[in-house]
C-alpha cells in the first residue's frame, strides 16, 4: 500500500491549502480514510475521516466548519480543503486508510489505521 499526501506549502493566517493523497495497492473505493496532523512536540491527533462510500464524515472540534474531506474513488484520491487556517493548525499532515470492517464509530482511533502516507507539511504564519 502507497499513499502519497501532497499540496502542503507556507501560507498566511486566514489562507487555504488543499492537501490531496494518492492511494495505491488497495481497494481505496472500500476504504475508510482519514487525515491526521502532528506538530513538533506533540502526539498525532486526529483531523477528519469520511467511509469508503464519501456518505459520512467526521471532524476534529478544532475544524469543524473551516476543513472539508472528501475523495474522488474513481482517482484513488483523498482530500482535505482547509480553509481559514490558524497559526495552530501548523504541523505535518497524514493521511491513512483504516483497517477493512471497522466501524465508524472508530474512526478517530489512530491505532485503527493500518496504512499511513509519508506527511506533507503545512506552516501557517501569523
Known amino acids: 500500500v502507497q499513499l502519497q499526501a501532497s499540496g502542503g506549502g507556507l501560507v498566511q493566517a486566514g489562507g487555504s491549502l488543499r492537501l490531496s493523497c494518492a492511494a495505491s495497492g488497495l481497494t481505496f473505493s472500500r476504504a475508510n480514510m482519514g487525515w491526521f496532523r502532528q506538530a513538533p512536540g506533540e502526539e498525532r491527533e486526529f483531523v477528519a475521516a469520511i467511509t469508503w462510500t464519501g456518505s459520512s464524515t467526521d471532524y476534529a472540534d478544532s475544524v469543524k466548519g473551516r476543513f472539508t474531506i472528501s475523495r474522488d474513488n474513481a482517482k484513488n484520491t483523498l482530500f482535505l480543503q482547509m480553509n481559514s487556517l490558524e497559526p495552530e493548525d501548523t504541523a505535518l499532515y497524514y493521511c491513512?486508510?483504516?483497517?477493512?470492517?471497522?466501524?465508524?464509530?472508530?474512526?478517530?482511533?489512530?491505532?485503527?489505521?493500518?496504512?499511513w502516507g509519508q506527511g506533507t507539511q503545512v506552516t501557517v504564519s501569523s
Open positions: 491513512a486508510a483504516q483497517r477493512p470492517g471497522l466501524a465508524i464509530a472508530f474512526m478517530r482511533r489512530p491505532a485503527t489505521y493500518n496504512s
